[in-house]
């Protein structure tokens, strides 16, 4: 082989190379953006039980005797119980998601 030869298979290496990490670049770039989105989405899920939970603790209050409100209470303790664990939830998955963004 000659000098000419080798140079020219080192530079289409070369050429390879390049455009397989400007692959992955665009590929990383994009699973960012798929991360972003996600902790968006899931954000907007959060504040939206959040709503719902101060929509509930709300309704508690009122012009209502104590034992309409106990009775209130007793009735939404199960809605609120889940209410806390989906938001428990949405939170750990935003944390895990900004947690792998950072480590991309």
Known sequence: MDRAD???KIGQR????????KELERRRNM???GFKTDIKMLRQKLKYV???LFRVTVGLTGNSDEIEV??????TAVRSKEMQ????????????LENDV???
């Open 6 to 8: 080798r140079s020219e």
């Open 14 to 21: 070369l050429s390879l190379s390049n455009e397989r990490f």
């Open 31 to 33: 699973e960012i953006e």
């Open 50 to 52: 959040e709503k719902q």
């Open 70 to 75: 106990l009775q209130h209470v007793k009735e």
């Open 85 to 96: 664990g989906e938001l428990n939830h949405l939170k750990a998955k935003i944390y895990h």
């Open 102 to 104: 950072r480590h991309l």
